[in-house]
């Protein structure tokens, strides 16, 4: 059970672990700064598809598959978030009440 | 004023699915495997939120008829009832054990006790966290 990285993998792992944290640090400038809450919530979905990668990334790190029900995970909430950030930006109402 | 829903309604009806298909999974990998009925509940949970968001409060309670505050006791009724069950046997509170079985399709397969156990946190779980949401989107 015990696997070793080779060491070209683990090189080309941790340059992407690198990038990606760049890219959640550059989007969460956006996050602070956009004029806009649409903008925050587009920024914020942007950076869980991120937290998707990076864990997808430390589990090839790690070499387990351990992670891969947290990437899926990450992926439905992130999702419903969204939605729900959606909705309330739309219509002000996250359930609606008295429809159909 | 009525919107028009067509792209998020169409894709929940084929997410909720997904989800619950997904919830099912963890439910039962947990014996093995990250997952079990806490974050199964959740997921299902997750499921029943996003049909809600889709397609209203009314609509919902037609096509799902329960009563989430009920779900609770049921749950914990479950949850007590597999510790009082080692008693029939002789054992002390909340013994569990396992044994092997041989099923139609699925062939050899273990079953726990601790999968019951685990069924009452699902549903405890479900309840719970459908309660307080529902509970905070109906006040007026």
Redesign the interface.
Known sequence: MEHELSPLLETVVIICIVGISISIFILLYRVLKGPTNPDRAVALDTIGINLMALAGLLAIFLVTT?FN??I??IG??L??GT??IA?FL??GV??????? | M??NDLI?RTTTSL?AFI?LG?SFY?LL?GHN???GGF?GGL?TA?AI??M??A?????IRKIIPVNFKMVIPTGLFIAVLTGIGSFVFDQPFLSQTYGHFHLPILGDVELATAMIFDLGVYLTVVGVTLTI??TI??D?
């Open positions: 351990q029900d947290v899926l995970l439905i909430l999702f419903i939605i729900a909705k739309e219509k996250i359930i609606d009440r008295d429809h159909n | 009525r919107t998020f997410i989800l997904f963890l990998a495997a990250p997952g974050i997921m997750a939120l996003l809600y968001m397609y209203g409060f009314e609509a949401m529902l989107a109906n007026s």
